[in-house]
């Protein structure tokens, strides 16, 4: 069977663009020829390798400027199977597409949301009155432009060279250090890394129940990079926490302080420790290349 490497598709977006460095990188590391796979959301993506249909599946998880991406949160709780094998971070450069002449044509601007909250002041000063569209990808939002000079869309360079389209402006991100960390995510843990995510209920809602669990952390030395809360969906202001520790899972102080989360917490769910993949190169150079398995 060929083992492959789900993303969120169509052909071009960001997400394949991790998916593609990872299989590359995975290529250098073991020798292993993976392909691509891209699915119409993340939810899928993540369920088929949740079903074993694909190895690993990489997602968007947070943004240095719209911050977290909450499907992948909310379905790495809810799928029981799946562990954080790698993360890697994507620089992430917006262009605006469109078969307009003049910006003044555009009337309609279709976007993944992520993408249309990252170009949030651009929109604002360059096309004030336009309609904004949610796609669910920047490369699903292309689908729109066909030849009505009307219509624009944000997606990246390298998906405008895949399907041709004219670029109308680059580098639209109203900051330049925007950047995408992605996960790789997969049926088996990685065992090693200096990072371990994980996630838990509180048994409680009352003063000093998040407490408890950030006094442990504190009082094993483990750093926390991140903390994010999600609602559990059974009542509101009931919430679940996600923490990124600095810190490999194996090591005495974490495992004790993981076993001490356990009484302080309703449920516990550890994702795994993994390291960050470091990103050379991340457009892929020729924008012909597709090592698609096509589940689209
Ligand atoms: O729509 C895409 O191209 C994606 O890969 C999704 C996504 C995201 O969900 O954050 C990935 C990276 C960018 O931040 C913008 C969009």
């Known amino acids: 069977m060929v083992r492959s490497v789900a993303h969120l598709g169509p052909r071009g ?8 460095a990872y299989i590359r990188w995975a290529k250098l590391d073991t020798g292993d020829e993976l392909m691509l796979r891209a699915y119409p959301s993340i939810a899928q993506a993540l369920q088929a390798t949740a079903t074993g249909e694909t190895e690993v599946t990489v997602v968007p998880v947070e943004n240095s400027v719209e911050g977290s991406v909450a499907i992948t949160l909310d379905m790495l709780w809810r799928l029981e199977t799946l562990q954080i094998q790698k993360a890697l971070v994507l620089p992430i450069v917006h262009a605006f597409l469109s078969r307009a002449d003049r910006m003044q044509q555009v009337q309609t601007v279709y976007s993944h949301p992520q993408a249309l909250g990252q170009c949030q002041g651009w929109i604002e000063t360059q096309l004030p009155h336009a309609r904004l569209i949610p796609t669910s990808s920047t490369t699903e939002a292309l689908t729109h432009l066909q030849d009505d000079v009307r219509v ?4 990246s360079e390298w998906a405008a060279q895949i399907y041709q389209l ?3 402006a680059h580098a639209i991100n109203d900051h330049a250090d925007n950047c995408t960390k992605f996960w790789v995510l997969g049926r088996k843990a990685s065992h090693q890394g200096n990072q371990t995510s994980l996630a838990f209920s509180l048994p409680i809602n009352a003063p000093g129940a998040l407490l408890k669990p950030l006094q442990i952390l504190a009082a094993h030395d483990i750093n926390m990079s991140r903390i994010e ?6 009542s509101l202001g009931d919430y679940l926490f996600f923490i990124d520790i600095e810190a490999d899972a194996s090591l005495p102080n974490v495992k004790a ?3 001490s989360l356990k009484h302080c917490t ?10 960050l993949l470091p990103i050379d190169n991340p457009c892929p150079s020729d924008p012909t290349t597709n090592t698609s398995a096509g589940a689209e």
């Open 13 to 20: 977006t960001y997400s394949e663009m991790a998916a593609l």
């Open 166 to 168: 004219p670029v109308l």
């Open 266 to 275: 309703e449920t516990l769910k550890i994702f795994g420790s993994y390291s």
């Open 229 to 234: 809360s999600r609602p559990t969906k059974r």
């Open 257 to 259: 302080a993981l076993q």
């Open 152 to 155: 624009g869309a944000i997606a």
